[in-house]
């Protein structure tokens, strides 16, 4: 939601967008004593004029702020943020701003109208899902390049792994990848801001389309389900073999107990014929 329709105020020409994943999640109900200037998402004001877009999700986009300005910025924001990253995931853009012109991508720039904080919340909603979008897509790989030898495993030896353990750990990895785009991230959702200034949904789609949201957001979510569906069958053949292993322990103890009776029997049986 947008509290005024007023510009942010810059007299620069082109500014540069910097989009950075500084952690898991930021917990934005405790910000309540910096007052937006717009929400959903959280648009505020930074040291040295410039402003920031704030998102659940871990992501920070800074419009206009200088490196000296950001390094300090995101130390203060730092006691909100959740599961900081070690190496963040970055995305850059440069937007040049033109009252004579349409916005949209001109090759390698962003051309926008001006600075109305509803454009550069819709610029930022789409570069806060890049960077995590990107996160997601390493974490994705590397969890991709652990299963894919177990797979291989039940190929070539016709049976799955014995650690359980570890593919309960892929399952619960990409319940929580996904969980992240679709609850926090929401990435397959449409900003809403977009309700209030449906005429800048041609702007997003644009934006969209440049840094192919959707159809990074569909690989990913086939690779996940590959992943989920790999651990998922080694996870079942690993319980279907433990359940037929007991299965075999239950009937050597029945043989067992009746090798015992019958022993028994012929034992007193031979002491009743001797007598």
Not at 56 to 75: C, D, I, W, Y
Not at 135 to 162: C, I, M
Not at 173 to 181: D, G, S
């Amino acid at each position: 939601m947008v509290k005024d329709a007023e510009p942010v105020v810059t007299t620069a020409t082109t500014l540069e967008a910097r989009a950075i994943l500084v952690g898991r999640h930021i917990e934005l109900r405790r910000l309540g004593h910096i007052e937006p200037v717009a929400t959903n998402p959280v648009l505020i004001p930074v040291g040295g004029g410039g402003w920031a877009v704030l998102h659940r999700s871990g992501a920070v986009v800074l419009f206009g702020v200088p490196p000296m300005e950001e390094a300090a910025f995101l130390e203060h924001l730092s006691p909100f943020v959740r599961g900081s990253l070690e190496t963040p995931e970055t995305e850059q853009l440069t937007m040049q701003i033109d009252p004579q012109r349409s916005d949209g991508m001109d090759r390698d720039r962003l051309v926008l109208a001006d600075t109305d904080p509803a454009r550069l919340q819709v610029v930022a909603d789409i570069l806060g899902k890049s960077v995590l979008l990107a996160e997601q897509e390493a974490r994705v790989a590397q969890t991709f390049d652990r299963v894919e030898p177990l797979a291989e495993e039940l190929q070539r030896r016709g049976r799955g792994v014995h650690r359980a353990g570890a593919l309960v750990r892929h399952i619960g990895e990409t319940l929580l990848i996904q969980h992240r785009m679709v609850g926090r991230g929401e990435v397959g959702d449409r900003p809403e801001v977009l309700w209030e200034r449906p005429e800048l949904g041609r702007l997003f789609q644009n934006l969209e389309d440049e840094y192919e949201i959707r159809d990074r957001q569909l690989a990913l979510d086939r690779k996940l389900e590959l992943i989920g569906n790999t651990a998922s069958t080694l996870l079942d053949l690993l319980q279907n073999r433990r359940s037929l292993r007991v299965e075999w322990y239950i009937v050597i103890l029945i043989v067992a107990e009746i090798a015992l009776t019958v022993y028994q029997l012929l034992l007193h049986g031979g002491k009743g014929a001797v007598g």
